[in-house]
């Protein structure tokens, strides 16, 4: 069963403003957590913050900070450069090895 980690919109709003997001940034985030009954995909929270100029660094820190573990992390961030590629994770079924 997936897990779900939770923050508060204070302390949220405070390290998005250290990330360095405009406040129409930070409001477009919040926004988008409003619109989805306070919660977001984390696929979707990387992304976009990854749009804004967050670096993966500043995310990883921050998602490690909420208990997310390394292994898990790998996941996201692979999960979202699929994404990102236009690929759906669930239709990559193996790699092979040539040679």
């Known amino acids: 069963m997936a897990k779900s980690y939770s923050f508060d919109k204070s302390d949220l709003r405070k390290k998005l403003k250290l ?7 930070l409001e477009e985030i919040m926004t988008l957590f409003d619109k989805k009954n ?5 696929i979707a929270f990387v992304l976009n913050l990854e ?3 967050v670096t993966r660094a500043q995310i990883s820190n921050f998602l490690k900070d ?9 996941s996201v961030f692979s999960r979202a450069d699929f994404k ?15 040679g």
Do not use: C, N, P, W
């Open 19 to 25: 990330f360095g997001l405009s406040d129409a940034h």
């Open 38 to 42: 306070k919660r977001m995909e984390v």
């Open 51 to 53: 749009k804004f100029g």
């Open 66 to 74: 909420l208990g997310i573990e390394e292994t898990t992390l790998m």
């Open 84 to 98: 990102k590629a236009g690929v759906d994770d669930k239709k990559v079924q193996e790699v092979v090895l040539k």
